[in-house]
């Protein structure tokens, strides 16, 4: 007469998976990040630019908080420390005008700034994820 085994017995003797089953497995997790990959960085670069867009607007606010008290905006060669520092001869500044110094933009490089800008009383940029001027989607430049 054969034995029925109890249902602990046969749990026992199956203890792990199967070559085939780890496979699928990771197959399954493949196919996931292969789909899923692509969008997610892709968002991370669109991020990035909509960061240094922000903060290009909060350094643009306080610039004309600046000209508001000083009466012009900072030259070039004072740069957007005139922003956190009184610049020299300088008896009408009434800042900081940002509550800490100019971050860096995303990618880890200064903002440009020029005074006055080629077309307009100032240019503001950053010129994106390559560092250089011009470029398309990640690599574009972000202006005010």
Not at 46 to 65: C, N, P, Y
Not at 82 to 93: G, I, V, Y
């Amino acid at each position: 007469m054969r034995q029925i085994p109890h249902p602990c017995q046969s749990r026992r003797l199956r203890r792990g998976f199967t070559l085939l089953e780890l496979l699928v497995v990771l197959v399954v997790l493949g196919l996931l990040v292969s789909i899923v990959g692509p969008r997610y960085f892709s968002q991370l670069g669109k991020s990035e630019g909509k960061a240094a867009q922000t903060q290009i607007a909060s350094i643009v606010k306080a610039l004309d908080m600046y000209r508001l008290d000083v009466g012009k905006y900072p030259t070039t060669e004072q740069g957007l420390a005139a922003l956190s520092a009184a610049p020299a001869n300088e008896a009408r500044w009434r800042g900081p005008y940002l509550a800490k110094t100019v971050p860096a933009d995303p990618w880890g490089r200064a903002y440009v700034y020029k005074s006055p800008g080629d077309t307009a009383e100032f240019d503001l940029m950053s010129f994106g994820k390559d560092g250089a001027p011009g470029g398309t989607e990640e690599n574009a430049d972000i202006t005010y």
